[in-house]
């Protein structure tokens, strides 16, 4: 299941090549690091401003979200594994080229984004050659950098980073380590970049991404909780989402703590203060530190870690 999506380009402060090894590039790209670098690319105008420009599909037939800087279109490279998502986006976007295998992407690039499934890492990245002035994107979960750089034997740099679906619309900050100009500029330009001084710190921020989809659960929860008292399912599926986009906001505001924010949200002994004492109490608290502690333990663990039922999908890739 191993493939590769791979981009060439301008980027600022200097050339860099993107190159995505990926046995699942439609996880990749539904993640939207891929797709936000091919939707959100810009050109520099004459007043030093960045623009998005669409690009004109062959023949008139419309234009793509796709864009291009003063002319420079970024080069894509994709592996002819994930043959269905490859098709697609050497359809849709400009530059976009189908290599006969993952040596010749790594060949042409400079920067490579390893997307793989950790379990299928092995069989992705059997036999490559990454020579030493590449520079290595890891995202796979659990996989450590000294754990890849055993098995691609090679001394390029290697950076962990955990890309998240916000990066689509430039809206997510990705945390990686350790900190490189390259990885670092690329992630600045997709919601911004967080690095990290070590792995162990990495992985705290990694097991925080495991939350996610409780988050929706939580919010699904409050929807059956509501249809159950009579209230029809798209009224309160449609409230439950109002109600928490407006909270989601109020996060854009940095000068409020958390606490605060919350803080301000409830009236003294009001309804909201009730919920969050007698739900949220402290044995929910806890309850939720332990298993993020329990998570946090398998993430540090050394050593092959491919059969773990956590890594199936990843942190950041579903």
């Known amino acids: 299941m191993g493939g590769a999506h791979g981009i060439r380009h301008r980027w600022p402060p200097g050339p860099v090549r993107l190159l995505g090894t990926a046995a699942a590039a439609g996880r990749a790209s539904r993640c939207g690091g891929l797709r936000a670098v091919y939707e959100r690319h810009r050109r520099r105008s004459a007043d030093g401003t960045w623009e998005r420009t669409p690009r004109s599909r062959p023949g008139g037939g419309g234009r793509s979200g796709s864009a291009r800087r003063s002319g420079d279109s ?21 530059g976009v080229q189908v290599c006969p295998g993952n040596q010749e992407v790594v060949d042409r690039s400079e920067v490579v984004v390893i997307a793989v499934r950790p379990q299928d890492r092995f069989e992705a990245l059997a036999g490559l050659r990454v020579d030493s002035d590449k520079v290595v994107v890891n995202v796979m979960a659990g996989v450590g950098n000294d754990e890849l750089r055993r098995t691609l034997a090679t001394d390029a740099p290697l950076v962990r980073a955990i890309p998240l679906p916000a990066v689509r619309e430039r809206r997510s900050v990705t945390v990686t380590c350790p900190s490189h100009p390259v990885v670092d500029s690329l992630f600045e330009r997709l ?19 495991a939350t996610l989809t409780s988050h929706y659960w939580y919010l699904a929860t409050l929807t059956s909780w509501a249809t159950g008292h009579g209230i029809a399912g ?8 109002g109600l928490f986009e407006g909270v989601g906001r109020s996060l854009n505001d940095g000068t409020r703590s958390l606490h605060r924010l919350a803080a301000d949200h409830e009236t003294p002994n ?34 092959d870690q491919a059969g ?8 950041g890739l579903t």
Do not use: C, K
């Not at 039922?309 to 942190?315: A, D, F, I, V």
């Open 191 to 209: 919601g911004g970049a967080l690095p990290t001084a070590d792995e162990e710190a990495f992985n705290v921020l990694s097991a925080l991404t």
């Open 270 to 303: 009001g309804i909201n203060h009730r919920i969050r004492t007698t739900w949220f109490d402290p044995a929910n608290s806890e309850a939720l530190r332990r298993a993020l502690d329990d998570l946090l333990t398998d993430l540090n663990r050394p050593g």
């Open 234 to 241: 798209t009224d309160a599926d449609r409230y439950v989402r």
């Open 308 to 315: 773990d039922p956590r890594n199936t999908q990843g942190p």
């Open 74 to 94: 970024p080069e894509v490279f994709l592996s002819p594994r994930g043959a269905r998502t490859a098709a697609e986006l050497s359809e849709r976007y400009e």
